[in-house]
C-alpha cells in the first residue's frame, strides 16, 4: 500500500505515514487489536494498551485537522472512532472475549443472540428460577438476600469467562476448532445470562435507594 497524500511505499498500515505525516485511512478489514498494534490474543498487556491508545490517539485527534482538508478530516475521525473502540473493548476482560468469537464468527453482543445460541434446557429453567426468585426479593424489597444471590451469580460468571478465555485460547492456538468454538460460545453466552441478572441486582440497589 502507499500513502494517499505523497505516495510513499508503506510497509505496514501506519496511522500516519512517517514521511509526510498524513493520516491514513484505516484499512480494509482492520480489527480493535490492529488499531492498536496488537496480536489477537485472550491477555493484553494493559499498560501498553493505556500507552499506545494516548499516543495514537494524540496523532489523530480530529481537533488537530480541523482546517486540513475533507479527506483527511475523515480519516482522522475514522482512526479515532476505531482507536476508542478498541481501547474500551480490549481493555475489559469479558468484552475482549465476545470480540474474540465475534472475530470467529460467533456475535452474542447482538441482540438476537439468544436465538443464534442454543443453550441446554436446564440452563435455562436454572435463570428462570433465578430470576423469579429475584424479582420475589424485589417486590419484598429485600435487598440483601438479592444481593447473596448477586455474589454467587458473580462467582458462576468468573468461572463461564475463564472457560470461554480456556477455549479462546486453544481457538487462536489453532487446536480443536469446532469443539474450541463451541465451548467458548457456550461459555461466553453464559457469561451474558449471568450479567444481565447482575445487573438487574444493581438496577434493584438503586431503585430502593432512592
Given at each position: 500500500m502507499e500513502c494517499w497524500n505523497c505516495q510513499s511505499?508503506?510497509?505496514?498500515a501506519p496511522v500516519v505515514c512517517p514521511r509526510c505525516g498524513k493520516v491514513q485511512p484505516v484499512p480494509p478489514g482492520?480489527?480493535?487489536?490492529d488499531a492498536l498494534g496488537l496480536a489477537p490474543s485472550v491477555e493484553v498487556d494493559l499498560p501498553a494498551v493505556e500507552r499506545t491508545y494516548r499516543e495514537r490517539s494524540l496523532l489523530v485527534h480530529p481537533d488537530r485537522f480541523a482546517t486540513a482538508q475533507a479527506r483527511e478530516r475523515r480519516f482522522a475521525l475514522e482512526q479515532t472512532t476505531l482507536l476508542n473502540d478498541a481501547y474500551r473493548t480490549l481493555r475489559d476482560r469479558a468484552a475482549r472475549a465476545f470480540y474474540l468469537l465475534k472475530l470467529h464468527g460467533q456475535d452474542l453482543t447482538r441482540e438476537d443472540a439468544g436465538a443464534q445460541r442454543a443453550m441446554p434446557h436446564a440452563f435455562l429453567e436454572e435463570v428462570m428460577a433465578l430470576r423469579e426468585a429475584l424479582d420475589a426479593h424485589r417486590t419484598a424489597r429485600a435487598l440483601e438476600p438479592a444481593r447473596a444471590m448477586s455474589e454467587d451469580v458473580g462467582r458462576r460468571r468468573t468461572a463461564?469467562?475463564?472457560e470461554a478465555e480456556r477455549a479462546l485460547g486453544e481457538l487462536l492456538r489453532g487446536g480443536g476448532q469446532a469443539s474450541a468454538l463451541d465451548a467458548a460460545s457456550q461459555a461466553l453466552a453464559r457469561v451474558r445470562y449471568f450479567t444481565r441478572f447482575l445487573e438487574e441486582v444493581e438496577a434493584m440497589e438503586e431503585a430502593l435507594a432512592e
Amino acid at each position: 500500500m502507499e500513502c494517499w497524500n505523497c505516495q510513499s511505499e508503506l510497509t505496514a498500515a501506519p496511522v500516519v505515514c512517517p514521511r509526510c505525516g498524513k493520516v491514513q485511512p484505516v484499512p480494509p478489514g482492520a480489527t480493535l487489536f490492529d488499531a492498536l498494534g496488537l496480536a489477537p490474543s485472550v491477555e493484553v498487556d494493559l499498560p501498553a494498551v493505556e500507552r499506545t491508545y494516548r499516543e495514537r490517539s494524540l496523532l489523530v485527534h480530529p481537533d488537530r485537522f480541523a482546517t486540513a482538508q475533507a479527506r483527511e478530516r475523515r480519516f482522522a475521525l475514522e482512526q479515532t472512532t476505531l482507536l476508542n473502540d478498541a481501547y474500551r473493548t480490549l481493555r475489559d476482560r469479558a468484552a475482549r472475549a465476545f470480540y474474540l468469537l465475534k472475530l470467529h464468527g460467533q456475535d452474542l453482543t447482538r441482540e438476537d443472540a439468544g436465538a443464534q445460541r442454543a443453550m441446554p434446557h436446564a440452563f435455562l429453567e436454572e435463570v428462570m428460577a433465578l430470576r423469579e426468585a429475584l424479582d420475589a426479593h424485589r417486590t419484598a424489597r429485600a435487598l440483601e438476600p438479592a444481593r447473596a444471590m448477586s455474589e454467587d451469580v458473580g462467582r458462576r460468571r468468573t468461572a463461564a469467562l475463564e472457560e470461554a478465555e480456556r477455549a479462546l485460547g486453544e481457538l487462536l492456538r489453532g487446536g480443536g476448532q469446532a469443539s474450541a468454538l463451541d465451548a467458548a460460545s457456550q461459555a461466553l453466552a453464559r457469561v451474558r445470562y449471568f450479567t444481565r441478572f447482575l445487573e438487574e441486582v444493581e438496577a434493584m440497589e438503586e431503585a430502593l435507594a432512592e
